[in-house]
Every structure is written in C-alpha cells, then in structure tokens.
C-alpha cells in the first residue's frame, strides 16, 4: 500500500489503484508544479499543454479527474470539456482561470465543469478541492478504510464478502458478490457482455451471453430494488454501475 509523502489518508480508485490526474495548462512551469503536488498525495498524473493532447491523453489515460486551463492555445476549455466528456462523460473536472468575472465562473458551471478556482490559487486549494471532487463523485476512496469498494452507498468488504447500501445489509450470491465486485471494481465504465464473461465466468466458460443479464436482473432486484439505480443497460454496449446523483 502506498502512502503519500503529504501525510493526508491516501486515496485511490474503487479497485484499490491510484487516483488518476490529467492536468491541463500550456504554462509548463505551472502545469510542473501542479503535478507535483498532485504526485505528492500518491496520484498517477500526466500533463498537456493544450487541447488536443488533452483530448489524446484522456483517451489513453481515462483520468478520474481533470484540472483543466480554461485559456489554451488551441482552443479553450470549455470546447475541451465537450471532447473530454465524449471520452470520458462522468470525469469530475476542475477548472483553472485567471478570469474572475461572475459570468465566467457559470460559463464553466454550465459548461459541466463541477468547480472553478481563480489564478493565482494555493496549491493546497487545488488538491483539497480534487479530493471533495472525487469523494462526492464516489470515484474514490480512503486506504485507511481497508479492503472496501465504494461508489456512492454501496460498499463492498471484499475480506468479509459482505454488500450494503445506505447501510443495509444485502444478501448476495457467490457468482452475484463476483459480478458486483467486478462492476464495483470499474465504476462509470461500460462492460460488455464479453468482458463480464470472460470475468466472472472465466475464458473456459461455455454458456452464452443471457447468463451475464440474467444475472444483472438478479443484482439489480437485490442492489437497485425500492432505490434510485445504480446499474444502467448501455444498448448495444453493456452495462455501467454509477452513483446516484443528487
């Protein structure tokens, strides 16, 4: 287990992985800085300089969050957001300015931004306000919390194989907890059957695909019954497990 050299409880991605950063900003000195001190809390970050390698980097790294300039060289933020949201449509997204007009602030708030600091900012700011971000968007977790899966209110011990959600108790098959584990393990992220298959099921499996939604039907009864829903169909995809948002 890692822990950051800041000395705050680490956290990390739902699967026990570090929390993944893009930071964008075409100051190269900034963008430096920024990514050390996002570094320093354990996360695996990268850098751009502008918006297409932003778009290109989010592609090949899914970051969970992004910091992102709203002046950039080659276009602005708020057109990368679009593209970002393309790629990645449930990725929390911090937005850098040196504007501090009102109307900026709700021009990034409407964009789909989920929060704005003002240039200059203390880098302190910057890493408390990601963290708030990923813990109310349910992307991440504490290390200190020990071998639990969390998005929104469900949570899964995996050492125990016990599953509640707002703190009821949910009684769960063996092949039901290992599909919950394997969504829960890929939160925001569309599965597809194959995948689910090959998971859960194991490459040697010989049934065919119906198992895998007969099996969602039976989470979804036990997991989503009487609740807002977590796990969505995405036709001719798959399915996504997301926390409720309210």
Request: charged share 30%; with cysteine.
């Amino acid at each position: 287990m890692n822990t950051p050299r800041s000395g705050r409880p680490a956290l990390s991605r739902p699967d026990g992985t570090p929390v993944r950063v893009l930071v964008v900003d075409d100051d190269p000195d900034l963008a430096e800085v920024l990514s050390g001190a996002l570094r320093y809390e354990g996360w695996d970050v990268r850098t751009a300089g502008d918006g297409a390698t932003a778009v290109a980097e989010a592609r090949d790294h899914m970051p969970d969050a992004v910091v992102l300039d709203v002046m950039l060289p080659d276009t602005d933020g708020f057109a990368v957001l679009r593209s970002l949201h393309g790629v990645q449509p449930d990725v929390c997204v911090l937005f850098l300015t040196a504007r501090d007009a009102v109307e900026d602030r709700i021009a990034g708030i409407t964009a789909g931004g989920d929060d704005y600091v003002t240039k200059p900012f203390s880098l302190e700011e910057v890493v408390a306000r990601l963290r708030g971000l990923l813990r109310r968007a349910g992307m991440a977790r504490q290390l200190e919390e020990g071998p639990r899966l969390i998005v929104g209110d469900l949570v899964v011990d995996e050492e125990a194989r016990e599953v509640t959600r707002a703190g009821e108790l949910i009684e769960l098959s063996p092949t039901e907890f290992e599909l919950l584990r394997f969504l829960m393990r890929n939160p925001r992220r569309v599965l597809s059957k194959a995948q689910i298959l090959d998971r859960v099921w194991s490459y040697d499996f010989g049934g065919q695909a119906h198992v895998v939604e007969l099996y969602i039907s039976y989470l979804r009864k036990k997991v989503d019954a009487g609740r807002e829903p977590m796990i969505h169909t995405v036709r001719g995809a798959g399915y996504v497990l997301k926390p409720v948002v309210r």
